[in-house]
């Protein structure tokens, strides 16, 4: 009997057993399949941005200076010693006073003679009105034989100075340039002095044959050469020499020497020197044909009585004679610089006892209480700048804490290259500025674009595919950050990496900015 309760008593615990093993093995089944099919998290793995209504700003950052609306550079119009220079850096001066003096010996001396010129015409004038004798007349014919040889001295004198001022015009440092207008070259060596009085272009043609390469020269010049780069050739019957970088290979054939050369550095010179040749010539001659007429006039006087009409020449001799005075004036003022401004002068570059240079700048004035601001823009920003955009400006020279106001009142149309890159200049007025000083460094913040109460989310969670089209994507479970992506329609791009989206999102809507991989 013990027995049967004893095997009934294990009958019993093996299956409590059998109960305890079955529950645990599917309680392991119930947890497996739990982690096999619950929702897969993201969240750890992605970062995510609402998308706000804001207030958006564009905006273009630029480095300018301070200029002065008064910035002139000052120069003699003859060269001479300095004699007095009677201001110094920091000086106010006033529109017309004099600056600095150069020797005035020849020149006042000059003048002395056109007053006594004044002065004996109207003697003269008196003398026609009393009547002339035979002596007067004999003395009168001489000085017309005399002016009348001056005149011809001068006027060969004139003509050859004139000639050599326009060969060096004609020879302002020449160059050749692509024909074609390539930007990428390495140009030939131009030597030699243009001989001809033709203004035109030297059109070179490289060519190739068996005995290797050659060019041909056209239009002012003519003739042709070989193609060397040891001994310069003749450029036709020019006068000019070319010598080429390489005779190996090129792939620039055609070049053009225009003469004269605009883009010397020696032109604007060379040109100022001929124009003021011309100008001496008119000049010199002019006062020469004076003197004669004058002469003539004179002796016409004594030979003839005393009429109204050798009254009134008399008196136009007289006009005559002021007129070398004013001219005498002139030359005498060319020994002085007056400041032709009001302003403060911020550079002396002469001293008493050295030899001032005609047309060297020696002084500078400029109005530091009447300043703008001058900035290079690139051509990726200019387009978006438009005159009248609001500027933020603030100064090297100043607390940055400080933010000024300004604006743009000027583009310019042309380009400027700075460093190789292509820029183009801003002008722009500042109200309420301190005590402002050319030179001085301005950081302007250009504001370009704005929009008031617009949708924006961080640029760099839009994606572009190869269609272009843009999409992002749309958080559609705020717990996992599952996601979808939709294509949106975007606006302004602003400050902060921010972007207008027009279409496809709305207020508050959670997008992915950046996935972790």
Do not use: C
């Given at each position: 009997m013990q027995q049967i309760k004893k095997l009934i008593g294990n009958v019993k615990l093996w299956s409590l057993r059998k109960k305890i093993i079955y529950g645990i093995i599917f309680l392991v089944v119930v947890l497996i399949l739990f982690f096999i099919l619950k929702p897969k998290n993201n969240s750890a793995n992605i970062t995510t941005d609402i998308a706000k209504i804001i207030n958006l700003k564009q905006t273009v950052l630029a480095t300018g200076q301070v200029t002065s609306n008064t910035d002139l550079d000052l120069s003699f119009s003859s060269s001479g010693v300095v004699r007095s220079v009677k201001v110094k850096v920091g000086d106010k001066v006033s529109s017309g006073q004099i600056l600095a003096t150069l020797d005035q010996g020849d020149e006042l001396g000059t003048l002395t003679q056109a007053r006594g010129a004044v002065a004996a015409a109207q003697a003269r004038y008196q003398s026609i009105l009393d009547g002339a004798s035979s002596e007067e007349i004999?003395?009168?014919?001489?000085?017309?034989?005399?002016?009348?040889?001056?005149?011809?001295?001068?006027?060969?004198?004139?003509?050859?100075?004139?000639?050599?001022?326009?060969?060096?015009?004609?020879?302002?440092?020449?160059?050749?340039?692509?024909?074609?207008?390539?930007?990428?070259?390495?140009?030939?060596?131009?030597?030699?002095?243009?001989?001809?009085?033709?203004?035109?272009?030297?059109?070179?043609?490289?060519?190739?044959?068996?005995?290797?390469?050659?060019?041909?020269?056209?239009?002012?010049?003519?003739?042709?050469?070989?193609?060397?780069?040891?001994?310069?050739?003749?450029?036709?019957?020019?006068?000019?020499?070319?010598?080429?970088?390489?005779?190996?290979?090129?792939?620039?054939?055609?070049?053009?020497?225009?003469?004269?050369?605009?883009?010397?550095?020696?032109?604007?010179?060379?040109?100022?020197?001929?124009?003021?040749?011309?100008?001496?010539?008119?000049?010199?001659?002019?006062?020469?044909?004076?003197?004669?007429?004058?002469?003539?006039?004179?002796?016409?006087?004594?030979?003839?009585?005393?009429?109204?009409?050798?009254?009134?020449?008399?008196?136009?001799?007289?006009?005559?004679?002021?007129?070398?005075?004013?001219?005498?004036?002139?030359?005498?003022?060319?020994?002085?610089?007056?400041?032709?401004?009001?302003?403060?002068?911020?550079?002396?570059?002469?001293?008493?006892?050295?030899?001032?240079?005609?047309?060297?700048?020696?002084?500078?004035?400029?109005?530091?209480?009447?300043?703008?601001?001058?900035?290079?823009?690139?051509?990726?920003?200019?387009?978006?700048?438009?005159?009248?955009?609001?500027?933020?400006?603030?100064?090297?020279?100043?607390?940055?804490?400080?933010?000024?106001?300004?604006?743009?009142?000027?583009?310019?149309?042309?380009s400027t290259i700075v460093s190789g890159v292509v820029n183009y200049k801003i002008t722009a007025d500042i109200t309420n500025a301190p005590q402002l000083r050319p030179g001085m460094t301005a950081n302007m913040t250009i504001l370009v674009g704005e929009k008031d109460n617009i949708l924006t989310i961080p640029s760099r969670a839009i994606i572009k595919d190869n269609t272009g089209k843009k999409t992002i994507r749309l958080v559609t479970n705020t717990k996992t950050k599952d996601y979808k992506e939709i294509e949106i329609a975007t606006g302004m791009e602003g400050d902060g990496g921010l972007t207008e989206v027009t279409t496809g999102l709305n207020v508050n809507d959670e997008i992915v900015v950046l996935i972790k991989k």
């Open positions: 004999k003395l009168s014919q001489v000085a017309l034989q005399n002016a009348k040889l001056d005149f011809d001295r001068l006027k060969s004198q004139q003509e050859l100075l004139v000639s050599n001022a326009y060969h060096n015009f004609l020879n302002s440092t020449p160059e050749a340039l692509p024909t074609s207008g390539q930007s990428d070259y390495v140009a030939p060596t131009i030597s030699g002095n243009y001989n001809k009085d033709t203004e035109g272009d030297i059109k070179i043609s490289v060519y190739y044959t068996g005995n290797g390469p050659s060019f041909n020269t056209s239009g002012i010049a003519s003739g042709s050469g070989l193609v060397t780069t040891i001994t310069p050739q003749p450029i036709g019957d020019s006068g000019l020499y070319i010598k080429f970088p390489s005779t190996s290979s090129t792939n620039i054939t055609d070049w053009t020497i225009t003469i004269p050369n605009k883009k010397a550095p020696d032109y604007i010179n060379n040109y100022n020197l001929y124009q003021a040749a011309l100008k001496t010539k008119d000049s010199v001659l002019g006062s020469a044909q004076a003197v004669i007429d004058q002469r003539q006039a004179e002796l016409s006087l004594k030979q003839a009585s005393a009429r109204p009409a050798d009254i009134d020449l008399a008196k136009a001799n007289i006009l005559t004679a002021q007129g070398q005075l004013e001219l005498a004036s002139a030359n005498y003022e060319h020994t002085i610089l007056r400041s032709p401004a009001s302003g403060t002068i911020t550079k002396v570059d002469i001293k008493i006892g050295e030899i001032a240079q005609a047309q060297k700048n020696v002084m500078t004035v400029q109005d530091i209480n009447n300043v703008y601001l001058e900035a290079n823009i690139n051509e990726a920003n200019i387009t978006s700048i438009k005159v009248g955009a609001p500027i933020d400006i603030t100064f090297d020279a100043f607390s940055t804490d400080q933010i000024y106001k300004g604006s743009v009142v000027k583009v310019d149309p042309a």
